[in-house]
């Protein structure tokens, strides 16, 4: 937890710093090369934060999109939508801005015990492979969830003894630095 903490201060520091600089001297060229730059650095911070995050089991998918078993998309606020996993707990919310349900965010939240935690990473690319198996007072979920390198592009699928099913899509972010709210989970 340390290490993501220290991370996430190295990030912001850098960010600063970054943006301390004069840009008002460079020329057009030098303005873009020092942007990519800093987007590189920004880029790969973010990887060595989320490797650590996924080694320690810390972090959040925050959801921005929803899809169910047919295909059919919806937006949706990522302080409501998640897949936490902390340690060998898990947390699944689904929720809405508009209704309060059970969980009092308009949905249903889902806190169970890590079974399973399977990791595979592509050296090649640095993506991700994450496999959950989670066992809670609903039954068992079968969690799947790919991501990229610096987590801004992930997704998963959720799925429980049921044949229904909920794709995620958002970004994945150390627990540290999440921003969800976390509703009244079914006991």
């Keep these: 937890m340390k290490k993501i903490a220290l991370i996430g201060l190295l990030l912001s520091f850098t960010l600063v710093v970054f943006g301390q600089q004069e840009e008002k001297k460079l ?9 990519k730059q800093q987007e590189k650095e920004r880029s790969e911070l973010m990887a060595k934060a989320l490797a650590i995050a996924i080694d320690e089991k810390q972090w959040v998918l925050e959801a921005n999109t929803l899809s169910g078993k047919r295909g059919t998309t ?3 606020s990522s302080s409501l939508n998640f897949i936490a996993v902390e340690g060998d707990e898990a947390f699944v919310q689904l929720g809405s801005n508009t209704g309060m349900g ?5 949905g249903v939240s889902v806190r169970g015990n ?3 935690y399977d990791v595979k990473k592509n050296e090649k690319k640095g993506t991700y492979f994450i496999t959950l198996y989670v ?7 079968d969690i799947r969830l790919d991501c990229n ?5 992930a997704n ?13 899509r958002g970004v994945i972010v150390p627990i ?3 921003s969800v709210y976390k509703g009244t989970p079914i006991i």
């Design 27 to 35: 020329t057009r060229k030098e303005r873009r090369a020092l942007h």
């Design 74 to 76: 919806v937006n949706v």
């Design 102 to 106: 059970q969980n009092g965010v308009g």
């Design 114 to 116: 890590v079974t399973k």
């Design 135 to 141: 066992s809670s007072a609903l039954g068992s979920f």
């Design 149 to 153: 390198a610096d987590g801004q592009i």
């Design 156 to 168: 998963a699928t959720v799925q429980g003894n049921t044949s229904r099913r909920v794709q995620y």
């Design 176 to 178: 540290g630095q999440s």
